[in-house]
């Protein structure tokens, strides 16, 4: 498979061939590994993306600069053997959201600084998001409010990419998502973005950008954020429902080489989200569902040490992360809602997955590091990886290489997507939506 160009989706699109690029977001290094070492073996594009309350110029929650993971992307490729060309780096809800407790001016000053920073580490891929209210604001922004400022972000990432000789950068506008990793509750349904209000976004932010004299950008916006109606909460997963989201594929008929981003699309399964590639929802963004199987796979290893090693202990990396997250519950307090024995499951267990947060503390680390160099070369009996970790059968009966066991965890879901992105027997119903 050859690598894709994100400027390729919309032309093929619209030509009745449609495919998708999965949208890694994640600064998880196992997880990046298995991106890396995925694309290594099937040669396609990996776009790898950081959202702004993680990755910023004051470092965000991992501690980490754009430049830094920028680092961190290219070391960890070099290491899995995947050629530079293949990877794009995107910076995803670029905008004011980490300081929107600070009056606007000030909060998007930050955003600008951020933004910079990103461009400059060589980010090729730019979401464009200023819908938050700041300090005294509401909480949601109008379209035109909300595109003065994406402007403003925008002037500063063209002013970087020209000053530092890089090439300039393609964008994503539109802000109409999923509450980052999921809903904090059960659903029933989630409406598609209004189709009037998908346009009306698209509209008006041109206008301003050609009034801030952005003309020369204006065919750098590749993708447009909406809600094709998929999310997830803690425990439940609202899938994509095509009948339901008509009237905003229609939208694609006069867009260009415009197509969809969709955010929140963890857990959907190959069936649906083949269908959103299909109808036009080209980047797929995965995220939580990533670290999801990851602690998966490392709760199973963890289960499979206790029985096999007598002075391992009992399960004690969930006993660690337990310990973790009661102790620094501002992570997950305001999301979780039950009693004391719900509330332990789903900090262990949520969709949501917030517990993904807490890996990078040293506690966490030291208890990770530990799990796996006590199995490492440990000969693992097939029915006790049976009991624990079915799925890595293979790797039973012969010396155990838990980091890989790990990664190809997170593959079979990348794998997934990968699969979904190239439908077969797919045909893109652009002959319908010329309206």
């Known amino acids: ?32 590994r298995a991106a890396l070492r995925h694309g290594r073996d099937t040669g396609g594009t990996v776009l790898i993306e950081a ?7 004051l470092g965000g929650y991992t501690g980490m600069t754009p430049a830094d993971f920028a680092e961190l992307v290219f070391s960890l490729a070099q290491q899995e053997g995947c050629a530079r060309k293949q990877i794009i780096l995107g910076g995803d809800h670029l905008g ?22 990103y461009v400059a580490a060589g980010f090729g891929k730019l ?15 109008d379209d035109e409010t909300t595109a003065h400022r994406a402007a403003r972000l925008a002037l500063r990432a063209e002013e970087t990419a020209q000053t530092t000789g890089l090439a300039p950068p393609l964008y994503i506008i539109g802000t109409e998502v999923p509450p980052p990793g999921g809903a904090d509750h059960a659903l029933d ?15 008006i932010h041109r206008e301003v950008f050609r009034e801030a004299g952005l003309s020369q950008m204006l065919n750098r916006i590749i993708g447009l954020v909406v809600q094709p109606g998929v999310e997830f909460g ?12 008509g009237e905003l594929v229609k939208v694609l008929g006069n867009l260009d080489d415009l197509v969809f981003e969709a955010h929140s699309t963890d857990y959907q399964g190959q069936g649906p989200l083949s269908e959103l590639v299909r109808d036009g929802f080209a980047f797929l963004k995965v ?26 202990g009992d399960r004690p990396l969930y006993h660690e992360m337990e310990t973790v997250m009661q102790s620094a519950p501002e992570k997950w307090a305001h999301h979780y809602h039950g009693s004391p024995a719900q509330l332990r499951l789903m900090r262990h267990y949520s969709l949501s997955d917030r ?16 799990l796996l160099k006590a199995l490492n070369g440990q000969i693992v009996p097939l029915p006790l990886m049976w009991q624990h970790m079915p799925h890595a059968a293979r790797a039973a009966d012969k010396a155990l290489e838990p980091e890989n066991i790990l990664i190809e965890r997170v593959r079979d879901s990348l794998s997934t997507y990968h699969a979904a992105c190239r439908p077969t027997n797919a045909t893109s119903h652009i002959e319908d939506l010329t309206i």
């Open 1 to 32: 498979m050859n690598a894709l160009k994100l400027t390729d989706l919309g032309r093929l699109y619209r030509a009745g061939t449609p495919r998708g690029i999965t949208s890694v977001c994640s600064a998880h290094p196992i997880v990046l």
């Open 287 to 312: 995220g939580p569902e990533l670290t999801f199987v990851l602690r998966e796979a490392l709760y199973a290893l963890d289960l499979i040490a206790s029985d096999l090693l007598p002075d391992y």
């Open 234 to 245: 803690n425990s439940n997963i609202i899938t994509y429902d095509a009948s339901k989201a």
């Open 355 to 370: 517990i993904r947060y807490y890996w990078c503390t040293p506690q966490a680390q030291a208890a990770v590091n530990r």
């Open 96 to 117: 004011p959201n980490p300081w929107r407790d600070l009056p606007a001016d000030k909060a998007m000053d930050q955003a600008c600084e951020m933004i910079s920073a």
């Open 51 to 57: 959202t702004c309350n993680q990755v910023n110029h």
């Open 189 to 203: 349904e989630i409406a598609p973005t209004n189709a009037t209000s998908a346009r009306t976004t698209l509209q």
């Open 127 to 141: 979401h464009l998001d200023a819908s938050m209210g700041c300090a005294g604001e509401p909480a949601a922004l």
